[in-house]
């Protein structure tokens, strides 16, 4: 059981890194012109969001490696979940419904990830 928990928290980390990366990477005038973001808003939160994210990814796959830091992972996939939530609400809220089921995949396994970790 423990390796497919592993493929889950890898597959989570893979997941995350890259919207991560791209909300610290874009300037705020394309994300604007993409519709990610209100002209008038600030770029502070998206920023704190895409550090979360790739911290986040990271604290997935260090407890492969480092046995005592699986409290990590959980809390992470507790994040995980949270962001997820939030993603289904705007994409719902945009009418974006395509990507709600993928959304909704990613939220339930971070709950298994979750209840493995945290609750085993």
């Known amino acids: 059981m423990e390796k497919h928990i592993w493929i889950l928290q890898v597959l989570l980390a893979m997941f995350f890194i890259m919207p991560g990366l791209m909300k610290l990477r874009t ?18 939160f998206i920023r704190v969001l895409g550090i979360s994210e790739l911290l986040g990814a990271l604290a997935m796959v260090f407890p ?3 046995k005592e830091l699986q409290l990590f992972a959980g809390l992470a996939a507790i994040g995980f979940a949270l962001v997820m939530i939030g993603a289904i ?5 945009k009418k974006e419904f395509k990507i709600i089921p993928l ?5 339930a396994l971070s709950v298994v990830v979750v209840i493995y970790n945290l609750w085993k």
């Open 103 to 107: 959304l909704f995949l990613v939220l």
């Open 89 to 93: 609400t705007v994409h719902y809220k």
């Open 64 to 66: 492969i490696w480092f």
């Open 27 to 44: 300037p705020k005038d394309t994300l604007v012109a993409k519709g990610k973001m209100p002209p008038n808003g600030s770029i502070f």
